[in-house]
């Protein structure tokens, strides 16, 4: 096993850590970065998937996208 630093232990521990960008924290399997305000490129653009590697408004439309993509599979 590769040795962790001591972030990468405490996000394992507790769920949440935090980035360079905003804080991380696990949601439904995905891993989500809640940008602080001043890294953001609009106001409303709040959340930063890494699954999605894509920027949202709120968590309700990353559960949109999860729906829209397991759809798109079973299709």
């Not at 696990?26 to 305000?37: A, M, N, Q, R, T």
């Not at 001043?38 to 996208?65: A, C, G, H, N, P």
């Amino acid at each position: 096993m590769q040795p962790q630093d001591f972030w990468s232990k405490f996000h394992r521990l507790f769920h949440f850590s935090f980035w360079h960008c905003g804080i991380c924290f696990d949601y439904k399997g995905d891993e989500i970065v809640w940008l602080f305000p001043w890294d953001r490129e609009s106001w409303k653009q709040r959340y930063l998937s890494i699954s999605f590697i894509s920027v949202f408004r709120s968590l309700k439309d990353i559960d949109d996208m999860w729906l829209g993509y397991w759809e798109s599979l079973t299709k």
